[in-house]
């Protein structure tokens, strides 16, 4: 009733082999001792992910406001120009935000 010796039988699993079943983002070591090796690659990568999407456009709006920012000021009436700091400064809580998630995501 215990392990079987048999090399014959298909049920019982190579004595010497070695299988590795990478998960999503995992890594696969192998060592060169005796026996068969069973390596299974990574998954393809399917693209480019959401948080990276995120990122993109949220330093494309963060230069079309940059430069409509510039254009617009005149040194008279600051009034607009104080809505467009405040502005800016959500922007920069924003893209700081998505910048930590995109490299905490990369690490």
Do not use: C
């Not at 600051?78 to 800016?88: K, L, S, V, Y």
């Amino acid at each position: 009733m215990g392990l079987s010796d048999d090399h014959n039988n298909p049920n019982d699993p190579p004595r010497y082999t070695q299988q590795n079943a990478p998960h999503s983002g995992g890594s696969v070591y192998a060592n060169q001792g005796p026996g068969n090796q069973i390596i299974n690659s990574l998954p393809e990568k399917r693209g480019v992910g959401f948080d990276t999407k995120a990122l993109l456009v949220v330093l494309l709006v963060d230069g079309i406001y940059f430069f409509y920012g510039m254009s617009s000021y005149t040194g008279r009436n600051t009034a607009g120009d104080e809505w467009r700091a405040a502005f800016f400064f959500v922007l920069l809580v924003v893209t700081v935000g998505v910048v930590r998630r995109w490299l905490r995501r990369r690490v």
